[in-house]
């Protein structure tokens, strides 16, 4: 048989360093898709680990770049497409709106014409996002659910959803949203609501300063009341897989179906260690946005029936995981 091969853009991302994992694992051939980055080598502390797998291939190349992504398909013919590049980082697309749009809508039809102009056959994946349905028409939120962005973030992210079921519908791309709820892990971005709790609170633990403030045992936050469905990358990335091993293209809400609040997370966190974030947080009106999404929580019933998926890490597995793994990155310089 012959080895399939899978593009994934945005391959230092937390998604695409599990992705890859589960891909080289099943014996594919793995492109990552890279953009130039002054600091490479720490820029790829998520992917170091399988650099040296003869199987795994890394190209520089843009999603905001045709001819980059031209070029890489038109060399790799690939079997699968996986586009998890993005400006991900809600909070920031406030800042760079029309640098999220050109990414996060006009990376995704630089992903989808290369496919229809070089190699129509590829089955493509876009990482879609609960963002889209912000501020929210239904709970749960399930695949009909009407959506409503909340931010640049999620209006880009829209633009990049329909243009993935319009190419599905006007060239018969086998394309598909996976519309994927919060997921995080030990690798995910220190800016992201968990990690920064759980990386504060293994500082705290250890006697290593926060670094927000003078304070060394203080972690600023935003809006703590908010509520998100929160599940594990690598679960996600099995069901991004999952996805396109159907013979037909579809869009499918990925989430654990289960809503905890931000005060849960640090109940969970610092708790772990012993520890009480009220003596910890302080409120800090910089980390506000400027429109809130107050709560995600998804159905996956379809993934669940359809493809037979089920999340292996529940909301205690993960957090543990996190604030474990802090712990162990850190105790060296304590
Ligand atoms: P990350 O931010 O960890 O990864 C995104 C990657 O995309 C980064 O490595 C980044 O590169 C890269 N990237 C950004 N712009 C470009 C570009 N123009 N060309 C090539 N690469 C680029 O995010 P996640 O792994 O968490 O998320 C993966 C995808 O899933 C994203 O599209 C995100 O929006 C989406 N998503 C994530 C959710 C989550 O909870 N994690 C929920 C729903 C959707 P660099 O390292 O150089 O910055
Ligand atoms: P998002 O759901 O993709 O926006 O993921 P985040 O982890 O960035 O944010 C989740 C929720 O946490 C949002 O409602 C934020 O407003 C809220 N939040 C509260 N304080 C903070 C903070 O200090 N940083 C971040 N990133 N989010 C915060």
Redesign the pocket.
């Known amino acids: 048989m012959k080895q399939p091969c899978a593009i994934i853009s945005g391959a230092r991302g937390q998604d695409a360093s599990y992705l890859a994992e589960i891909l080289l694992e099943k014996n594919y051939r793995v492109v990552g898709i890279n953009r130039r980055s002054s600091a490479r080598d720490s820029a790829n502390w998520r992917i170091a680990h399988l650099m040296s797998n003869p199987n795994y291939i890394v190209e520089l190349g843009d999603i905001t770049d045709s001819g980059s992504i031209n070029r890489i398909v038109a060399t790799y013919q690939p079997d699968e497409f996986y586009n998890l590049a993005a400006q991900?980082?809600?909070?920031a697309s406030w800042n760079e709106p029309y640098h999220t749009l050109i990414v996060n809508a006009g990376g995704v039809v630089n992903c989808l014409e290369a496919l229809r102009q070089v190699k129509p056959d590829t089955k493509f994946y876009q990482a879609s996002?609960?963002?889209l349905y912000g501020k929210v028409q239904e709970t749960p939120q399930t695949e009909t659910t009407p959506f409503y962005p909340r931010?640049p973030?999620g209006f880009a992210k829209l633009a990049g959803y329909w243009a993935t079921v319009n190419y599905r519908e006007s060239y018969g791309i086998h394309a598909t949203n996976g519309i994927l709820f919060?997921h995080?892990s030990p690798r995910r971005g220190l800016?992201?609501?968990?990690?920064?709790i759980t990386d504060a609170a293994a500082k705290i633990k250890l006697g290593i300063p926060t670094g927000y403030t003078k304070r060394a045992d203080e972690l600023?936050?935003?809006?703590?009341e908010?509520?998100?469905d929160w599940g594990h990358s690598r679960d996600f990335m099995q069901a991004a897989w999952l996805m396109l091993q159907e013979e037909v293209p579809n869009d499918y809400v990925v989430a654990t179906g289960k809503l905890h609040s931000?005060r849960d997370l640090l109940d969970k966190a610092f708790g772990h260690l012993g520890l009480d974030w009220r003596n910890h947080v302080t409120k800090?009106e910089?980390?506000?946005?400027p429109a809130?999404?107050?709560l995600?929580l998804g159905d996956p019933t379809k993934i669940k029936k359809l493809l037979g998926w089920e999340p292996s890490y529940n909301f205690h597995a993960l957090v543990v995981d996190m604030v474990d793994s802090d712990l162990r990155r850190l105790r060296g310089k304590a």
Request: hydrophobic content about 30%.
């Open positions: 991900s980082f809600v909070g996002t609960s963002e931010s973030y919060n995080e800016e992201f609501v968990t990690r920064k600023p936050l935003g809006n703590i908010s509520k998100r931000i800090d910089k980390f506000w946005r809130e999404v107050d995600l």
